[in-house]
């Protein structure tokens, strides 16, 4: 072959490696384990350049680690249950267990001629029986253990899907995928004790070195530790008091009234008999109460005509009004107003005109507020007014300490330690799920599921016809003969739970399944025991709080029922999250001026300009017009700039087409060296061109001297040894040159893939190939370069990197090879260039022996053309040498 074919060339090896099965992970004694693993994809169908990226980053350290020595695990499998697929059922008329395994089987298709080093005997899916039945187990033992538990709870209902949605699940109070109107309903729902657990996921995250500081911060916002109190206000009704839960009691003589939760116990009752308050509520459970939302929505209340004593001024009485931004889930439900110093509370008082008095000031600043509240970091000195315990200039924090105890000594609050982290509810009203394994009877109530009826497989049809996904609502619901059972504990007939377990759980633990993925248990110890922690863990930021963290609480949860070793508590020794892969929008518009989006296949760039390569039809078969009559091949497209890629908007690169144009290694190439991997990277066609052609480059050198070493050129007989022994001798610079050059590069590049400089580690390949192609060096240490540098490139461009090690006679395969060793004496540079300064103004540099002697210095300085031309004449008055830094020359 006499040209770079990628297509041949990446076929073969990916069959080479199959066969000699390198990537099978094993335990070994010999070696060092180390695990892999990237947050694994939804079967969509098709993969994307998102999948490239992410699967590269994970390949290029697996390969790098299995050349350094160490026995490499780096699995492979997806995450399948979920709304999507039951949607995707319905739209189409397909079983979401067909469609799914459908996708799986298109998506591995696609992903292996990435040529990524995937274990791919560990393959499972999420959806797998052997996989669920396994989740039901460890949902037993949770139960057990009391991690699970049953309540009945306040939940975002979406009436169209027909489900339970979380939080983030609700987008501006509309179901993210049907678009309809959340409501609040209260169900019987399955909950996880993560809350109980609060403080050490807490504390430990300061155990995570080698995670990114901005997850840990989201993580510690999440969980959202705060020192406050609960302070009961005493109603002048005589009726209960309302006890408040509040992390600013410093700023408590500016409370002007009572905010209670319109799922309020108070709010409940007052609205069996108060039909605007009732309506009230019931407009409020429409709302999105994710906490950005909460943000942004409009402050809205209603006053109960209920009125609170002050605390601490009795002679002062607060209104108690149902705000539609406090939480029943956050402390009680209930908090006391300081328009002052919340800018929430100054919105809320302004529009309905309640009192607004100060509890401090800043220093020298006594004002009143306005229209923004003074809210000081609680690192900032204030001055507090008259504040009931005494203090007065102190830091906001040190107002909150004292108040707190104050109250305390007076019997007139208690401090509290609160986390926002509440408990994860699992139950979805919804058929593609790992079903919850127990029963309801009569007689007994709720029972678990006896471990040997595992698994509860989910019902492929309904009692021999088609389940239909067209009716709305869960499908298990209506399905009697999977409904109905016995009861475990009386045989008596029975219920099954029809609720299926959020997504979230499946992923929360396939880490550790990827250990022994046919293990007859959740984990093997054994195997658990040798392969865990995961060493590197690669994703996306969007998982950097609830993934992460419903991980951290299974491993706990796993390690307590006894499937993981207590080292696993943690099960993440290092996390990396890589940015997205965006491209530009092309865009026309149809008759009626709406947006039209065309693949970038579609669209051919000129000078700058986008234009379609051909007419544009509609299902008829009708050329489609702009909205001025033009053809829309006529028309130039809109480029708009580059932004996640996004199937609705059309701006996907399908990798596919890629690799069948340029193949594999071009597109992990692409993506590992245009930007810093936890950036942005912006894929251009131009981008990928060059990208081929420089590989195209390195295959024609490597080529070249395979030819040298048939034609019988002498010196491509010397070893290794002889040829270093020469550079000792000092016989040829120029082969010093190189030699020296490539163990730069070595040191360059393994600096650069052990810490995640995949970037700049290639800019070093790049430098490096390019001395390497202009060197008169002799041929034997052109060929050793050439070996070397396919080493270098093996992580990122596997398939190249073994064709290149095959021409040139490397032993065995270049992913079985040992990584190459940096000859530290090669680093030392012998030489050192010299500024030479006359005056202090820079005239002239040179390069000498880094040992040469001050003298000898002085005198090549002074013949100088440059210094002698600013002497003049003149006699130096001295020469100062500072070694290996710089010459000073004074006239």
Same mark, same amino acid.
């Given at each position: ?44 169908? @098709? ?53 799914? $395994?459908?996708?799986? =089987? ?54 169209? /899907? ?267 009203? @919804? ?10 009877? /009569? ?62 759980? /499946? ?29 590197? $863990? ?55 001026? @709406? ?17 379609? @390569? ?70 251009? =066609? ?38 270093? /022994? ?6 040829? =610079? ?158």
């Amino acid at each position: 072959m006499s040209r770079y074919s990628a297509a041949e060339i990446e076929k073969n090896w990916q069959e080479a490696w199959d066969k000699a099965g390198i990537f099978r992970a094993q335990r070994s004694k010999d070696k060092p384990k180390y695990y892999v693993l990237e947050m694994f994809p939804y079967p969509s169908g @098709r993969i994307h350049m998102g999948h490239v990226r992410n699967y590269t980053l994970g390949d290029v350290i697996a390969r790098y680690k299995r050349a350094t020595g160490h026995n490499v695990l780096h699995p492979f499998g997806f995450d399948a249950f979920g709304l999507a697929a039951e949607n995707a059922a319905m739209d189409r008329g397909i079983h979401p267990n067909d469609w799914t $395994y459908a996708n799986i =089987a298109d998506m591995v298709e696609q992903m292996k001629p990435l040529g990524s080093s995937l274990d791919w005997e560990r393959m499972f899916n999420t959806c797998d029986v052997e996989y669920y039945g396994q989740q039901q187990a460890l949902f037993l033992d949770f139960l057990e253990k009391g991690l699970v538990y049953r309540k009945n709870a306040v939940v975002n209902w979406d009436p169209v /899907d027909m489900t339970v949605l979380a939080n983030e699940q609700v987008i501006d109070g509309k179901g993210w995928r049907s678009g309809a109107d959340v409501e609040k309903r209260e169900l019987t729902q399955w909950f996880f004790k993560i809350s109980d657990f609060s403080e050490e996921l807490l504390e430990a995250l300061d155990t995570l070195e080698d995670w990114p500081a901005k997850v840990r911060l989201m993580q510690e916002n999440w969980i959202g530790k705060s020192r406050g109190i609960e302070i009961p206000f005493e109603r002048t009704d005589g009726g209960d008091a309302i006890v408040c839960y509040s992390t600013r009691p410093d700023t408590m003589r500016g409370a002007s009234f009572i905010a209670i939760s319109p799922e309020h116990p108070l709010s409940r009752e007052l609205a069996e008999s108060n039909a605007e308050l009732a309506a009230f509520i019931a407009e409020t459970r429409k709302m999105d109460t994710t906490e950005a939302a909460m943000e942004k929505a409009e402050k809205k209340g209603l006053d109960t005509g209920i009125t609170v004593k002050h605390p601490v001024y009795p002679d002062r009485d607060l209104p108690v009004w149902v705000g539609n931004f406090v939480l029943m889930d956050y402390g009680t439900g209930a908090v006391f107003g300081c328009p002052a110093h919340d800018q929430r509370d100054l919105d809320f008082a302004r529009k309905y005109d309640l009192d607004v008095r100060n509890a401090f000031y800043m220093p020298g600043q006594e004002v009143e507020v306005e229209n923004e509240a003074l809210v000081p970091a609680k690192t900032e000195q204030v001055v507090f007014i008259d504040h009931f315990a005494g203090i007065a200039d102190c830091t906001s924090q040190e107002g909150i300490d004292a108040t707190i105890d104050w109250f305390e000594a007076k019997g007139l609050g208690t401090g509290q330690v609160k986390y926002r982290l509440r408990d994860w509810g699992l139950s979805r009203q @919804r058929y593609w799920g790992c079903p919850i394994p127990v029963v309801h009877c /009569d007689a007994c109530g709720v029972v678990p599921e006896k471990k040997e009826n595992l698994p509860v497989e989910l019902p492929y049809d309904e009692d021999g016809a088609p389940i239909d996904f067209s009716i709305p609502g869960n499908p298990l619901d209506r399905h009697p003969s999977w409904r109905n059972c016995t009861c475990p504990a009386c045989g008596k007939p029975a219920q099954r739970e029809t609720d299926t377990m959020d997504t979230f759980v /499946d992923s929360s633990w396939y880490f550790a399944r990827f250990t022994a993925p046919h293990a007859k248990a959740p984990t093997d110890m054994a195997e658990a025991e040798y392969w865990m922690n995961v060493d590197q $863990y690669i994703g996306g930021i969007e998982h950097a709080i609830l993934h992460l963290l419903y991980s951290r609480f299974f491993a706990r949860a796993m390690q307590i029922c006894g499937h993981l070793p207590e080292k696993a508590i943690e099960p993440f020794d290092a996390l990396f999250t890589q940015g997205m892969v965006t491209h530009e929008i092309y865009q026309t518009r149809d008759g009626n001026g @709406r947006p039209v989006y065309h693949l970038p296949e579609d669209v051919e760039l000129r000078e700058g300009k986008a234009f379609l @390569r051909r007419e544009l039809r509609d299902e008829s078969g009708n050329i489609l017009f702009d909205s001025i009559g033009q053809s829309l091949t006529a028309s130039e497209v809109e480029i708009i700039p580059s932004a996640k890629m996004s199937k609705s908007k059309k701006n996907v690169v399908d990798p596919v087409n890629i690799i069948e144009a340029f193949g594999a290694d071009t597109a992990r190439w692409f993506v590992l060296s245009d930007s810093p991997p936890e950036r942005d990277v912006e894929w251009t =066609a131009a981008g990928a061109e060059a990208a081929h052609k420089f590989l195209g480059r390195v295959w024609r050198k490597a080529y070249e001297l395979s030819q040298m070493k048939a034609d019988g050129v002498a010196d491509l007989d010397q070893s290794l040894q002889e040829i270093m /022994d020469s550079y000792q001798l000092g016989i040829n =610079a120029l082969d010093d040159e190189l030699m020296r050059a490539m163990h730069k590069t070595i040191d360059e590049v393994t600096k650069g893939v052990e810490s995640f400089g995949f970037n700049a580690a290639i800019a070093k390949i790049y430098g490096f190939f390019n001395q390497l192609s202009k060197s008169k060096a002799a041929a034997s240490v052109q060929w050793q370069a050439m070996q070397v540098l396919a080493q270098l490139m093996s992580p990122m461009t596997p398939h190249l990197s073994e064709e290149i090690w095959s021409m040139l006679g490397g032993d065995g395969l270049v992913a079985q090879a040992p990584w190459p060793q940096v000859d530290e004496s090669m680093l030392v540079e012998d030489t050192v260039t010299l500024p030479i300064q006359v005056n202090g103004k820079r005239r002239a540099e040179i390069s000498v022996p880094k040992d040469m002697d001050k003298a000898e210095v002085e005198k090549i300085v002074l013949t100088q053309d440059a210094v002698i031309r600013a002497l003049e004449g003149a006699t130096p008055k001295k020469v100062i040498v500072v070694p290996g830094r710089i010459v000073n020359v004074v006239i």
